[in-house]
C-alpha cells in the first residue's frame, strides 16, 4: 500500500502573521471551509493566546467540526495551553501543539535559559496537555540550527512525556535539502521511540527552499508536511501546500507517498485566500499562477496541438483551472451560472448563489462578456458588496493633467437617509475617499490600495483591496468595478460599514483583528 503523508494547513496561524495578512472571523471561516473542502488532514486554526479574537476563530472553526483535526497553537505555559484546550475541544478530532526554541541563538539572546530548563519546560507542557488532549505536537523551534545531539535529547524527552507528531520546523528558513534530509536520518537513527509518533516538518522560505526542504523531510521519513495556501507566512512565507502537494503527485512515482488532498480544489483555494489577504500570485507562481499553464512559443504550442504531455507536466483540470470557451453574458440564466460556478470548484450555498447571481446580472449590464474570471471575482466579493448601513448610489469624478481632483458621491442610509458629499484630493481615488469620508463619518487613514485586473481586456473588472487605519486598528476591504475608482470607492465604502456596524453592536474601541497586542511568538 502506498504510503500517506498528512497535510498540516497553518494558514490561518503561520499564514496569517504574514504582515498584512490578518483577517476577520468571517473571513478565517471561508478559508477554513475551503480547508475542508480540500481535505487537509489538520487545520491550524490560530494562536488563541496571541488576543481575544484569535481565541474565538480558533473556537468557532472548532465549533463547526467539518472533518478536518482542528489545532491550536501554544507556548509552553499552562495558560497557552488551556487557552488551546478550550479553543478547539468543540471539534471531534482536535490537537494542542505546543513550542519552545532549542537553537543556541534562541536559548541565549530570545529566552535566556539553560538547554535543560528548555527540555522542563518542554516536557511540562507535553503532560499537561496530554491530560487534556490525546493528540498533542511538540515544536523545537530554530530545530535546523540546533546543536543534532541537543535536538535529539529535546525529542526523546518529548516523545517521552506523550507528544504524539514531532515537528521538525527549519524556522528562518535557513537549511538546504541535502541538510535537511541528514537531520531527519540522524533524528530517526538516535531517537529511541521515534517511530512510534508522526515526524512533521515544517519549513520556510527565505532562501526559496521551503518546498524543496519539506520534500527532502518526506524523503527521510517525515509524514506530516506543514503548509500555507500559497505558501503566505512570516517574512518570505512558508511551504506552499499546492506546491509540495502537487510535487508528491507529480512525482508519484519517485516518492511513493500521497496525500489525501482533493487537488481540483488547489485553485479555488488558492483564489479565495489571495483576495482575502490582498496578497497577489505572481503570475509565474508554479501551480495557481496566471501562467502556469499558458503557452507562448510557437514551438511549445505546436508541441500541445501534437500532444499535451510535450510541454504539461500536469492537466489545469487536475488543480481546478477549468478554463472554458463558455462565454456568458447577460442573457445567460441561473442554470448556466450555477453551473460555471461549479465547474469553477466554488460551492456555494442557496442564499450565497442568489447573492452572486444578483451581481452577475448587474455585471453582465455592463460588460458584453462574462470570462471565468469575472464569475470568480464576483463569487470571492459577494461577501463585500453585501451588507450596509450605506450603499454606494452614484459617484461622479473630475480629474486631469491640469485640474485638482473632485469627487461627488451619493450614498443611501437603509434608514432612507441619504447624503451627497463633494470633496477634493491629490488625484482621483483621494477625491472620492475624503467625500466618502464626510458622508459616512467614518475618519479612515488609508495605508494601501492595490488594484488587481481579474480578466484580460479594456473592459476587464478591477479587484481594489484597500488597507485603512482606524482607531489604531488596521482593516482591510475589497470592492469589485470594470471602474477601478469605483472599486477602490466599493473597498473603502465596504471598512467604513464594517466600522459602523461594530459601533452599532457596542464594539466600537475592541480590537477585532488580532495583529494588534499580539503575544509574540
Ligand atoms: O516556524 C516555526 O518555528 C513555527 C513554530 C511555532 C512551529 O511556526
Ligand atoms: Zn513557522
Not at 290 to 312: D, K, P, R, V
Not at 430 to 459: C, R, Y
Request: charged share 25%; hydrophobic share 40%; net charge negative.
Amino acid at each position: 500500500m502506498i504510503a500517506q503523508v498528512k497535510i498540516f494547513d497553518t494558514t490561518l496561524r503561520d499564514g496569517e502573521q504574514a504582515p498584512g495578512c490578518t483577517m476577520t472571523l468571517r473571513e478565517k471561516l471561508r478559508i477554513a471551509k475551503a480547508l475542508a473542502d480540500l481535505r487537509v488532514d489538520v487545520i491550524e486554526a490560530g494562536f488563541p493566546a496571541a488576543s481575544p479574537g484569535d481565541f474565538e476563530a480558533v473556537k468557532a472553526i472548532a465549533d463547526e467540526n467539518r472533518g478536518p483535526i482542528i489545532c491550536g497553537l501554544a507556548r509552553c505555559n499552562p495558560e497557552d495551553i488551556e487557552k488551546v484546550h478550550l479553543a478547539v475541544k468543540g471539534a471531534d478530532r482536535h490537537r494542542i501543539h505546543v513550542f519552545v526554541a532549542t537553537s543556541a541563538i534562541h536559548r541565549e539572546y530570545k529566552l535566556k535559559m539553560a538547554k535543560e530548563e528548555i527540555i522542563r519546560s518542554a516536557v511540562g507542557a507535553i503532560r499537561l496537555a496530554r491530560e487534556l488532549c490525546a493528540d498533542v505536537e511538540f515544536s523545537p523551534e530554530d530545530a535546523s540550527r540546533t546543536e543534532l545531539p541537543y535536538l535529539a535529547e529535546v525529542v526523546t524527552a518529548a516523545i517521552d512525556a506523550g507528544a504524539t507528531t514531532i515537528n521538525i520546523p527549519d524556522t528562518v528558513g535557513y537549511s538546504v535539502p541535502a541538510e535537511f534530509d541528514k537531520l531527519f536520518r540522524y533524528l530517526r537513527e538516535h531517537v529511541q521511540g521515534i517511530e512510534n509518533v508522526t515526524l512533521s516538518v515544517h519549513c520556510h522560505n527565505d532562501l526559496g527552499m521551503a518546498v524543496a526542504n519539506s520534500l527532502a523531510a518526506v524523503s527521510a521519513g517525515a509524514r506530516q508536511i506543514e503548509c500555507t495556501i500559497n505558501g503566505i507566512g512570516e517574512r518570505a512565507g512558508n511551504c506552499s501546500l499546492e506546491e509540495v502537494v502537487m510535487a508528491l503527485r507529480t512525482r508519484a512515482e519517485f516518492f511513493g507517498l500521497e496525500t489525501g488532498v482533493e487537488t481540483t480544489r488547489l485553485y479555488p483555494a488558492s483564489r479565495l485566500v489571495s483576495s482575502i489577504t490582498g496578497m497577489q500570485v505572481p503570475r509565474n507562481k508554479a501551480i495557481v499562477g496566471e501562467n502556469a499553464f499558458a503557452h507562448e512559443a510557437g514551438i511549445h504550442q505546436h508541441g500541445m496541438l501534437q500532444h499535451h504531455s510535450t510541454y504539461e507536466i500536469m492537466r489545469p483540470a487536475d488543480v481546478g483551472i477549468s478554463r472554458s470557451n463558455l462565454v456568458l453574458g447577460k442573457h445567460s440564466g441561473r442554470h448556466a451560472f450555477r453551473d460555471r460556478v461549479r465547474d469553477l470548484g466554488f460551492v456555494l450555498d442557496e442564499f450565497e448563489t442568489n447573492r452572486a447571481f444578483q451581481e452577475f446580472k448587474k455585471l453582465a449590464d455592463k460588460k458584453k462578456e462574462m470570462y471565468d474570471g469575472d464569475i470568480e471575482a464576483i463569487i470571492l466579493n459577494v461577501d463585500s458588496t453585501s451588507a450596509g448601513p450605506w450603499t454606494l448610489q452614484s459617484l461622479d469624478v473630475r480629474s486631469g493633467t491640469d485640474r485638482i481632483a473632485s469627487a461627488t458621491v451619493t450614498l443611501q442610509h437603509e434608514d432612507g437617509s441619504s447624503q451627497n458629499k463633494t470633496a477634493n484630493g491629490d488625484g482621483p481615488v483621494e477625491a472620492v475617499f475624503n467625500a466618502i469620508e464626510q458622508a459616512t463619518g467614518v475618519p479612515l487613514i488609508l495605508k494601501d490600495f492595490a488594484i488587481h485586473s481579474a480578466t484580460a481586456g479594456d473592459d476587464a473588472q478591477g479587484e481594489a483591496t484597500i488597507t485603512v487605519e482606524y482607531n489604531g486598528q488596521s482593516y482591510r476591504g475589497h470592492g469589485t468595478s470594470t471602474d477601478i475608482v469605483e472599486a477602490g470607492s466599493r473597498a473603502y465604502l465596504e471598512v467604513s460599514n464594517r466600522i459602523l456596524r461594530r459601533r452599532q453592536r457596542g464594539l466600537d474601541g475592541l480590537l477585532d483583528h488580532p495583529d494588534i497586542n499580539r503575544a509574540s511568538i
